[in-house]
């Protein structure tokens, strides 16, 4: 039996709420990813004026996301390091004290999939967003109309929304990752153990952020905004 706080939960309980999370959690993080990338690539096929995709486009791309999530999640359970009590009577996630070689390189594995190369995604493409977007202000005018009716304030309020999500993941992950980070490298006792509770609580927390933005941000028009034809 595994012992967290004041509760007990058996192994395999423990087990999968750990995976639940870190699935969830992650796929959020390549939620993100997509969204940036396909706003950047509608952005730049419009100003080809080439025709949208089929909507079973969109099916596949959701898919995707949650079956990479769960290749990136999955290995602790079939051995590959292991989902455990977090440390601080936090509730379970991968064990980021064990010192085993094949315990810190799953960790490795877990960054690098899980938040770094989506993380550079989302930068590359809000980059690119910003930059097409003062460009396609610079032309509207003149030389691309059909580019100056999708620079409209339903398309800005889409990239505020964006641009929300985009703070989230940054105020939330980022700072957990860190966290996870020093605790694998064995510098536990450089942050106290309130301040590790609310990242930990702040990480997890975040699952939900992403629907409240998008409820708060999202109206009818905006939704119509993604139908715009012209995307690749």
């Known amino acids: 039996m595994v012992q967290s706080a004041k509760c007990v939960l058996s192994e395999h309980l423990c087990t999968m709420y750990g995976f639940v999370i870190a699935w969830s959690g992650i796929g959020c993080i390549f939620s993100i990813a997509v969204i940036s990338y396909e706003w950047y690539r509608k952005l730049i096929c419009l100003s080809r004026s080439r025709n949208s995709r089929a909507n079973w486009h969109i099916v596949v791309r959701l898919g995707s996301i949650w079956f990479a999530s769960f290749v990136v999640t999955c290995p602790p359970l079939f051995g590959w390091n292991r989902y455990t009590v977090e440390g601080y009577a936090m509730p379970c996630s991968v ?27 989302v930068l590359f493409s809000y980059g690119n967003i910003i930059r ?15 580019m100056a009716a999708f620079v409209s304030r339903h398309h800005i309020r889409m990239m505020q929304m964006l641009f929300a999500m985009l703070l989230a ?57 993604w139908s715009i034809r012209g995307g690749c």
């Open 132 to 146: 097409i977007m003062r460009t396609i202000a610079d032309r509207r005018a003149t030389s691309c109309p059909h």
């Open 95 to 121: 064990d980021w004290e064990s010192t085993l070689l094949t315990d810190r390189l799953y960790v490795a594995y877990m960054f690098t999939l899980g938040l770094f190369i989506p993380l550079a995604v």
């Open 169 to 225: 993941f940054c105020v939330t992950w980022i700072p957990y990752g860190i966290h996870c980070l020093i605790i694998v490298f064995g510098h536990k006792k450089i942050l106290s153990e309130d301040g590790a509770i609310f990242i930990m609580m702040l990480a997890k927390a975040s699952i939900g952020t992403y629907p409240v933005i998008y409820a708060c941000m999202n109206n009818e028009n905006a939704f119509k905004a």
